[in-house]
Nanobody, 120 residues
Framework: QVQLVESGGGLVQAGGSLRLSCTAS????????MGWYRQVPGKQRDLVAA???????NYADSVKGRFTISRDNAKNTVYLQMNSLKPEDTAVYYC??????????????WGQGTQVTVSS
């Protein structure tokens, strides 16, 4: 079984900061990409940021320069430092892990989601 445990969400005023953490545990091998997505009611889940095992990063245009994703491969943990938060960043944030196992092939797991609310 694979489990993704997220933490760090909450309520913050515009301009403030939050740091999300997600730790993956279980039968995980060859994790390629760890990332964060967000979703608001009635809309699709969108990529916020992702980081590969080699450290390459990808950000949504709306968060570039404000959010920073990082990763501790030894701990299977990914972080999202969110600065200069805006009300439009309000969403449920989901951790995501993609990788591959030798016998069963690719896998794709999601965390339970953590609410981030930015007040104006």
């Amino acid at each position: 079984q694979v489990q993704l445990v997220e933490s760090g969400g909450g309520l913050v005023q515009a301009g403030g900061s939050l740091r999300l953490s997600c730790t993956a545990s279980g039968s995980l091998f060859n994790i390629y990409v760890m990332g964060w997505y967000r979703q608001v009611p009635g809309k699709q889940r969108d990529l916020v940021a992702a980081i590969t095992s080699g450290g390459s990063t990808n950000y949504a245009d709306s968060v570039k320069g404000r959010f920073t994703i990082s990763r501790d491969n030894a701990k299977n943990t990914v972080y999202l430092q969110m600065n200069s938060l805006k009300p439009e960043d309000t969403a449920v944030y989901y951790c995501n892990v993609k990788g591959s196992r030798v016998l069963s092939g690719p896998y794709n797991y999601w965390g339970q989601g953590t609410q981030v609310t930015v007040s104006s």
